[in-house]
């Protein structure tokens, strides 16, 4: 089974700077995807950036990138330049590719508060 | 094209009645996802459906919970006899058919409290 781990509850970051989330993961797949979603006050699931486990180039999108280790089975997510509109909760999710259910498995999540 | 829309936003009920979530997914999405969120907690699979049928339904309880996507109409998540434990947060979540990266796009949610 599949598990994925988030083992920071709570950070906060000054506007601006640049914060680091960790996520780990198990599986014995090799052929799978990694997300960060994030869900503002308003509770809303929002894609932030993926990772196909296939790519060994790290995924980037604007000010929001990942270190994924794929040995390690770590996928981080940095912010930088962090802004107040980040603050939210962050989750780390996994999905099998080419299984026969295409569920995503989340982390804890971490609650990231961004300081002005 | 509109997102995911789920209704009502907010539903109460008391314990023993019955509770009816939808979710309308995009156009064009034939894949839909139901999570339970209970509070303070991440995200937790409960069942995939696809028109018609249901695919996985194992994250969702035996008792009193079902599930549909119908060919015409909206998703239906059912909770009959509703328990105060049954309070939480239940996203739907839709992808398109055939897409390799499965991007499930998320809808607002619908807050279920058991009174």
């Known amino acids: 089974a599949q598990t994925v781990t988030q083992s920071q509850p709570e950070m906060s970051v000054q506007e601006a700077e640049t914060v680091t989330l960790s996520c780990t993961y198990d599986t014995s797949e090799n052929n799978y995807y990694l997300f960060w979603y994030k869900q503002p006050p308003s509770r809303q699931m929002i894609l932030v950036i993926r990772?196909?486990?296939?790519?060994?180039q790290n995924a980037t999108e604007n000010r929001f990138s990942v270190n994924f280790q794929k040995a390690a089975k770590s996928f981080s997510l940095k912010i930088s330049d962090s802004q107040l509109g980040d603050t939210a909760m962050y989750f780390c999710?996994?999905?099998?590719?080419?299984?026969?259910?295409?569920?995503?498995?989340f982390g804890t999540g971490t609650l990231l508060a961004v300081q002005p | 094209n509109a997102g995911v829309m789920q209704n009502p936003r907010h539903l109460v009920r008391r314990r023993g009645q019955e509770a009816r979530l939808r979710c309308s997914p995009m156009?064009?999405?034939?894949?839909v996802y139901w999570y339970r969120q209970l509070p303070e907690e991440g995200l937790k699979f409960m069942v995939y459906l696809q028109k018609e049928n249901i695919i996985d339904e194992s994250g969702m309880p035996k008792e009193r919970f079902s599930a549909e996507f119908p060919k015409e109409g909206p998703s239906i998540l059912r909770i009959q006899q509703v328990v105060r434990g049954d309070s939480a947060a239940y996203f739907c979540?839709?992808?398109?058919?055939?897409?390799?990266?499965?991007?499930?796009?998320f809808g607002a949610g619908t807050r279920l409290s058991v009174l």
């Open positions: 979540a839709s992808s398109p058919p055939g897409q390799r990266e499965n991007i499930q796009y």
């Open positions: 999710a996994f999905t099998l590719y080419g299984g026969a259910t295409n569920k995503l498995i």
């Open positions: 156009k064009g999405h034939s894949h």
């Open positions: 990772q196909e486990a296939y790519k060994q």
